[in-house]
């Protein structure tokens, strides 16, 4: 299930669902086994969604049906309206965000095929929060934002737009001594783990 809603609505080979299941070591009669599964998890499921394509299966779902899906769409949507109000986009994306009860695909951590989802899926949700702080930041909650960026930035030290947020959230708050140390801190962290200095920002 978890490889079909990775690559939903796509047809997946069986040789790849065979393959990255077993990870190279299949049971005797890998083709009958993963049919075998295919029935449990439509009768699981009690879904028609699940088809079999030439070679393969596909997963079919709507947008609405996952929350990853409903999440890239509402991110996309944000993303393609100019000079929305930071209200509005604080709101969608605060309700993209809510959506998120954990990492993505926890269950399957340990699965090679998982971590290229899981990853993409992580770099969205942190550039959707990124945005979600910059409109809360035009809306003048910077006070309130300065403990929730300090935890983003202990998790996530390599961010330079989360660091860019807090320094001018403490710079509105005036702490501008606190916001000059932040910065001396994310010079640092960049010098010694990537070598590189900050950008303008």
């Known amino acids: 299930l978890g490889l079909l ?12 669902l065979v393959e990255e299941l077993w990870e190279g ?3 005797k009669s890998p083709g ?3 049919q075998t599964y295919v029935h449990r998890l439509r009768q699981a499921l009690g879904l028609d969604s699940l088809r079999t394509r030439a070679g393969g299966y596909v997963l079919e ?3 609405s049906d996952l929350d990853a899906l409903r999440f890239e769409r509402a991110v996309r ?10 209200r509005w986009v604080a709101t ?3 309700e993209a965000l809510a959506w998120w009860r954990g990492k993505a695909l926890a269950d399957f951590e340990a699965a090679a095929w998982a ?7 992580e770099e969205l949700r942190l550039a959707a929060l990124e945005d979600l702080v910059e409109a809360r930041l035009a809306l003048g909650e910077h006070g309130v934002l300065v403990p929730e960026l300090e935890m983003l930035v202990s998790q996530h030290p390599l961010r330079e ?5 807090l320094i001018l959230a403490l710079y509105r708050c005036d702490r501008q001594a606190e916001a000059l140390r932040a910065y001396q801190r994310v010079r640092t962290t960049l010098a010694e783990e990537l070598g590189l200095e900050p950008g303008p920002e």
């Open 77 to 86: 949507e944000v993303s393609q309206i100019e000079n929305a109000s930071p």
């Open 115 to 121: 971590r290229p989802e899981t990853d993409r899926l």
């Open 32 to 34: 009958a086994t993963l």
């Open 5 to 16: 809603l990775v690559h939903v609505n796509r047809v997946v080979s069986a040789d790849r």
């Open 61 to 63: 779902v709507k947008d």
């Open 25 to 27: 070591l299949p049971p």
């Open 92 to 94: 969608r994306l605060g």
């Open 161 to 165: 737009r989360l660091w860019e947020h």
